[in-house]
């Protein structure tokens, strides 16, 4: 490969020389190369080994569709691989490494796998590699797995931060070329809210890499004005490095914002990359074309590019990419190549043109650079190893090999149309462009403009852009600048008659002719089978530059048109995004938001374990210094509240306020048993079914006045039940004149249990109202200190219990003034044994499966009232004695631990599913009784206590013998709760 | 308890170009709609405060307090006076329930050159100007948190009230939302 830097010409800054290293050798470039052309400049042309057969690549184009030019960028935790060196934009310092090779980029052993090719074709791992059959599990597949993928992830944490943004705008407009900055600046000038998204770090498009006129001067001077205008216009947002990658619906696109990714290293505060989601009454799709390949044989050799690519390193990064250049066309753009390599002075060694006829005035261009044209001709193979040295070449006359270290390759243009199809979109094939264009229908709001219509002349461009811009902004069309000469005019060639070697249509997954007829051969002849079984599109390029040529030998080969046999829908991405992009600041802790109740602070400065129920943080127990097993904190605190008096703050419990004359009736209505029967000052466990007759969740519900209620709620069902009772306010039963409100923020509650509780608190309250004479099930409201107070008389723990509610800015004070009273803080784990204590239900039992029944709860469920659940409870198989019912279970031998999760089976028989008859559902070490005991459900376990049945933990290894009992452990008669 | 409530925000961030304020001591309520009850309620209202009541996701304003519509017939109410909840209980009793969310809710009010930019990190809803503007209300989400927002004024201002136990998790937001768009 010789290729080199220009002495002249080209957007490059001569004045700012930068340093890189490419696989550990140090080059240089300057401001405003990409890496591909610094590369270039510098003569390398081997950049890559291809995924399977680990063939020679090189730099294939000059945009983002490249499929060769993958490289490792950075080192260390900021290495990313698959990094296309043709958008990566030189910085001071950068290093880059090939992919795919061992060990070096020129002897790579894998290359190896080239031999094999006749057993690596498209789907092997279907056919090969199959006996015997245990080394596919050990051997083969983790094999093949291994050779799969390109580039290695860095394997260590990301230190870059991302960011999301929303944007609202009247016109979104894609891509920034000729078309793009026509439709921006119409829309713009009528002071529509226009964002223009463009890829690359300036505007302007192929205006940058063609010789093009607009106005009688360089067609890159007008994209600099227009840049500088709507740079000015108030109403216009112009985001450079910036790809909108996928069309969603409700006018939505998403877009990607490199911020940092052109720097070393970001600065502090800034993110690497932001995520864009806009929101655009209007789309104008404005992102060009993609130049194809052709499928001639060799067609991947380092030193074969784009046409248009070649163009573009010659008048944007002034670097010819080789000494000697052959050209390869079907149309008259590609001859654009042979006049920008004359004028530069590049050997043009022939011009090769599909056509039969040529323009003379095109052929006298090469004639004068000296070069041979051939017409009605093709390129059927390459020659080389790892770089280009000759190609062979055939026509009418006969065959001749012509030596050349650059092929320029005009196939003709794809509209980049993939954003259309987003939303299932299906393209047309237009047989005059021999190419797709969008069709069907549009993401709504969406209008093509230019060479993404299929409009690929300047002219057309620029007049696309403008009209579509003005209608865009119901602005009066605004004058089109004149355009130059501009050629467009193509013939297709989808086959190479006489191709030898491998001609390949996806060059990053290696997929070639001969799989296509395979695919054909095996009966995959869809397009999309097509797609699936070869993997050709599936790649990171999603086959941009050469697909096409698949689609269309697999229509050949099954004798139908291209229209007929159409071409695969995209999907987004549209470019490959980092998966951080899409995490945004949602990392690690703050993966969601946490809420925290009152008292945290306090819980945190006393040395709190917390646990996460949901969102919520939650002490869990307060270990005291000293303790170091959690199990002696938490029977300390069991013992302390059965002993004395604890404090549990009990907030995050859903608090629900149900105000209006319909309030009864709603609450009749939800829960099981009955709420209109409440005396105003009393408050009642109500249990919640779901429409199909299980149960789905439970609390207390107080009275507070004739039409007021407050509910209570399981905390991981709090917005759960209120998104249930505004539906059936709402949907279900509208005729109810009733409100619901969520005030679980609102008051700070704390639970206060213990035999000493009552007298905690009538020290604290008794000024105000005499705590020893409400009675059990109690509430009642005042004022203390100037706050409104709520005390509830109510027992989850079975001592005699009380819960305080206030509003919850003094939540904090609360808990601390009471622990200074003498009460000990206790955890959810304390509170958790102590209902198990109880034979209270809670999560574990309310899992989804069990009905009111199987809770031993069946008689609540009120006879003389209609209520959600109660028809479908009634079911044979939810009324079944049979079902698993509700039970404790102790460890026959008492020094055994239980588990939770644990089946059930009778003695002697035989562990297998169908044996089982029910599981445990919730254990505790009971510190009252000194030893674990158990809540589960057992086929018919009320009817069994005394029994004894083997507890089955195959996953934990526990198997043991338990004893059914009766679930309420711990004070059975009740007594301490009016202790 | 006879000392003053805990701020909802323990710390704020003081991000480029916008000042963040917790507003404190506000009497806050929900309001929503009984049977029949917005002729009435509107009276009502309109006698005690001089309001007038507003159609669609707008604040209605009086004196020292406004009133955030969050649905066809809800309203957030959003006063200096912490006594402002229990006289309006007072005042709709029969067309109206009302419910006291003063301590519900942390409440940040964001002003200054840079308040867009930072509300376009979390906010996926239009502010510009042009269709949002002083007055205008809406009930959304930022980074998954229940959101209340209203605009205050043109400077721009707005407010933003979040259930008290997202504080922490919204000043985080904040902080990191600070960087230049």
Known sequence: ????????GGRIDRSRPLGFSFDGKAYSGFAGDTLASALLGEGVGLVGRSFKYHRPRGIVTAGSEEPNALVELRSGARREPNTKATTIELFDGLEATSQNRWPSLGFDVGAVNSLFSPIFVAGFYYKTFMWPAAFWEKLYEPAIRRAAGLGRASGEADPDTYEKANAFCDLLVIGAGPSGLAAALAAGRAGRRVILVEEDRELGGRLLADRLEIDGAPAADWAAVAAAELAALPSVRVMTRTTVFGAYDGETYGALERVADHLPVPPPGMPRQRLWRIVAGRCILAAGAVERTLPFGGNDRPGVMSAAAVRSYLNRYAVAPGGRAVLFTTGDDGWKTAADLAAVGVELAAVIDARAEVDPALAEVARRAGAQVLTGARVTATRGGRALRAVEVQDGRGRQRIACDLLAVAGGWNPALALTTHLGAKPHFDEALAAFVPAGRLPPGMAVAGAAAGHLSLADCLADGFRLGAEAAGAAPSPVPAAGPDASAVRPLWQVEGAKGKAFVDFQNDVTTKDVALAARE??????????????????????????????LMAELTGRGIAETGTTRFRPPYVPVAIGAF?????????????????????AESGASFVEVGQWLRAQWYARPGEDDWLATVNREVKAVRGGVGICDVTTLGKIDIQGPGAAALLDFVYANTFSTLAVGKARYGLMLREDGIVMDDGTTARLGETHYVMSTTTANAAKVMQHLEFCRQVLRPELDVACFSVTEQWGQFSIAGPDACDLLQRLFGDVVDVAALPYMGVTAFRFEGLPIRLFRLSFSGERAYEVALPAGHGDAFMRRVCALGAVPYGTEALGVMRIEKGHVAGNELNGQTTAADLGLGRMMAKGKDFIGKVLAGRPGLTDPARPALVGFKPVDRVHRLRAGAHFLRPGAEATIENAEGHMTS??????????IGLGLLVRGPSRLGERVRAYDPVRGGDIEVEVCSPVFYDPEGRRLHG | MAEPARPAFAELPAPAGVTVTERRNLGLAHVALLRGGRDEVGRRLKEAFGLDLAEGPRCSLAEGFRLVATGPSTWLAVAEDPELPARLAGLLEGCAAVVDQSHGYGVLRLSGPGVFELLAKGVAIDLDPAVFGPGGAAVTQVEHMGTILWQVDDAPTFDLAVFRSYAGSFAHFLAGAGGAV
């Open chain 1, 523 to 552: 009966g995959f002849r869809s397009v999309e089978h097509l797609k699936r079984y070869t993997t050709l599109g599936m790649a990171t390029d999603q086959g941009k530059n050469a697909a096409l040529l698949g689609h269309a």
């Open chain 1, 583 to 603: 995490g945004g600041t949602a990392r690690g802790r703050h993966f969601r938001p946490s809420r925290l109740t009152p008292s945290h602070d306090f819980a």
């Open chain 1, 1 to 8: 490969m010789s290729g080199r830097r220009l002495q002249n």
């Open chain 1, 923 to 932: 254990v505790a070490f009971s510190p009252m009784l000194g030893h674990w």
